[in-house]
């Protein structure tokens, strides 16, 4: 197992005198070597917390990681991985490749970036930009760039908060083109969306949340036992037991 | 330490391209002008009044400058979330603020080599280097502090607030002397001892103040290494207890 989560809770006061709001209550999963894991919620359901979280920018409350059955610290955990948040706002003033050497030098650096820079460039179709800084770049081309530094170690786990979204139909393809490419590579991919139908395309592995409560971990073809049903439609019956108070998985 | 160095240097970057601090950069050159040009309205206090003027103009742009990126620094990267991206490198929080802090500083001597030798220049090298030298330093110092300052309050409060606190700070710094003057005219035990505390508690900026025509002409005036050292405890201090707060704050 690549990564295990136990018991994660977090509270944030929205002000001095308001009680604390209670966002992630218990929080656990695993993500398996190799697999592709879609974390599927509503807005406010807490899966960019738990993101947040687990890449330290949070503490939680309670809760633990466990990275590669223990036998990683967090800092070497975090020499394997690439990240995509969800609104990628990067330093306007660099170029594309600047952005990317930053990146490089931040991650160790060491020899081989012009060749693998050209490869990122090229695999997110921004090998053209030259001179352009990244505030010039549009909302698309911002999050191809942020994919390419996300991939520009070859990680060995990629976390995408909503990556396909802000994204025209061929950025899309392209991303998901990408994470199929990284997929058959063996990196381990865990990403949020409300796009399910690309998580039911891309996934192995799902995780719903509600409330900060996790309400569905394993096999897409667990959550879903009948192919022609849809992920949205299944979806939203699970968030309705779960309203209902009736259960959570299917 | 060579992500701090690629930290700092990305920060030093990145604010030299900003419009801001070529404004303020524009508006030092510009004083120093101006104080150049009154200088000339004067029969005998030319120099003096390049001096001063000139002194005034940097103290006013460097430790501005240090109030304001110390303030917004952090504050910029959570709200614009590019510390994020940052952070999932393995960077710790530290190296993190170190680096920030460094790019600031950097840009800040910077600014404080061009604004001597422009200044030494106008004088026309009247006064020996090595005494212009130890005056000038006292404002990198200043700087350095205050953007210490700034940072440690902006890791925990917001940046008008920070800035506000920095600013309180620096001012009671320059005026402990003053205080310690009033305290003793009040009579007051507890105002004297708490004048007197304070003098310890604030920087003491006030004895870095020997940029002037007598400190420059060699006179027996000495250079306050006491001071310095303080100043220089004051800033690692600083920095050390931002650095505590940063470590365990939440970047929401």
């Known amino acids: ?250 | 330490m060579s992500r701090v160095w690629v930290l700092a240097r990305l920060t030093c970057v990145e604010l030299i391209r900003n419009r801001f601090v070529v404004v303020l950069g524009f508006v030092a050159a510009l004083l120093l002008i101006l104080s150049s040009f009154l200088g000339t309205l004067s029969l005998d206090e030319q120099t003096r009044l390049l001096v001063h003027l000139g002194f005034a103009s940097f103290q006013l742009t460097l430790v501005g400058l240090a109030l304001f990126l110390g303030s917004w620094m952090l504050q910029t990267e959570i709200e614009r979330q590019t510390c994020l991206l940052v952070l999932s490198r393995p960077v710790s929080r530290w190296e993190f603020l170190l680096g920030k802090w460094a790019g600031a500083l950097a840009l800040i001597a910077f600014f404080w080599v061009v604004c001597g030798l422009l200044h030494l220049t106008l004088l026309g090298f009247q006064f020996p280097v090595g005494r212009y030298l130890q005056a000038h330093i006292t404002l990198l110092l200043e700087s350095m502090t205050v953007l210490s300052l700034a940072v440690f309050f902006a890791s925990f409060l917001r940046p008008l607030l920070a800035l506000a606190a920095s600013f309180a700070f620096l001012l009671a710094g320059h005026w402990r002397e003053d205080l310690r003057f009033f305290a003793k005219r009040s009579r007051s035990v507890f105002f004297e001892q708490a004048a007197d505390v304070s003098a310890w508690i604030f920087p003491p900026f006030d004895r870095l103040e020997i940029r002037s025509v007598h400190y420059l002409s060699g006179s027996e005036a000495v250079f306050p290494a006491w001071s310095v050292t303080h100043l220089l405890f004051w800033s690692t201090l600083l920095l050390f207890l931002a650095g505590l707060v940063w470590r365990k704050r939440d970047l929401v």
């Open chain 1, 1 to 250: 197992m690549l990564l295990r989560v136990h018991g994660l809770e977090k509270s944030f006061k929205p002000d001095l005198f308001k009680p604390a709001k209670k966002v992630l209550k218990g929080v656990g999963f695993e993500l398996p070597r190799g697999s592709t894991t879609g974390f599927i919620g509503v807005n406010g359901s807490g899966k960019t917390t738990s993101l947040k979280c687990l890449l330290g920018f949070i503490f939680p409350d309670a809760g633990r990681f466990e990275f590669d059955e223990g036998r990683k610290s967090f800092d070497q955990f975090r020499q394997s991985l690439g990240y995509l948040p969800e609104r990628p706002y990067f330093y306007d003033f660099l170029t594309a490749e600047e952005f990317l050497k930053f990146h490089w030098d931040l991650s160790g650096g060491g020899a081989g970036f012009q060749e693998r820079k050209k490869q990122v460039l090229e695999k997110v179709d921004l090998a053209t930009t030259g001179d352009k800084k990244l505030r010039a770049f549009s909302k698309g081309m911002l999050q191809r760039v942020g994919l390419a530094q996300a991939l520009l170690r070859s990680p060995e786990l990629l976390i995408l908060d909503e990556p396909m979204s802000g994204l025209d139909p061929d950025g899309r393809w392209l991303v998901k083109d990408i994470l199929r490419e990284e997929k058959s590579r063996g990196t381990t991919l865990f990403f949020s969306s409300h796009l399910l139908a690309d998580m039911e395309e891309l996934c192995d592995r799902l995780l719903v949340i509600e409330e900060g409560q996790i309400l569905f971990e394993g096999p897409q073809a667990q959550f879903r036992p009948e192919a022609d049903q849809s992920l949205e439609k299944v979806f939203s019956q699970v968030r309705a037991a779960h309203r209902r108070g009736q259960g959570s998985a299917p």
